[in-house]
């Protein structure tokens, strides 16, 4: 069983930068394609990015296509999220989670079992 922890939210002005990170432990991370997911207070969980066990292919929708660039080391059992010119609408708890064993990447949570607890995000003045 994967077990993920996340860290690297915070407080940050309109346009800056975060980059979160989510590691690894329990399994073998190379197994698992990755999704990072954010709920906002009142909403659904969002997928806001997902990369592929190699790390060769990753996925954004496109409200924050060209802003948020996600990466993998395998060899040091994490998955990144860099967040740039970020907005208030960006202000959310962000969470990683595994798809299931050798599944390729998606974007629904509901196609992810394994979950981290969470890093708040946000973005004001």
């Known amino acids: 069983q994967l077990h993920l922890v996340e860290s690297g939210g915070g407080l940050v002005q309109p346009g800056g930068s975060l980059r979160l990170s989510c590691a690894a432990s329990?399994?073998?991370?190379?197994?698992?394609?990755i999704g990072w997911f954010r709920q906002a207070p009142g909403k659904g969980r969002e997928g806001v990015s997902c990369i592929s066990r190699s790390g060769g292919n990753q996925y954004y929708p496109d409200s924050v296509k060209g802003r948020f660039t996600i990466s993998r080391d395998n060899a040091k059992s994490t998955v990144y999220l860099q967040m740039n010119n970020l907005k208030p609408e960006d202000t959310a708890i962000y969470y990683c989670a595994a798809r299931g064993l050798s599944r390729p990447c998606a974007l629904s949570p509901a196609d992810f079992g394994s979950w981290g607890q969470g890093t708040q995000v946000t973005v004001s003045s």
């Open positions: 329990g399994s073998t991370l190379a197994y698992y394609a």
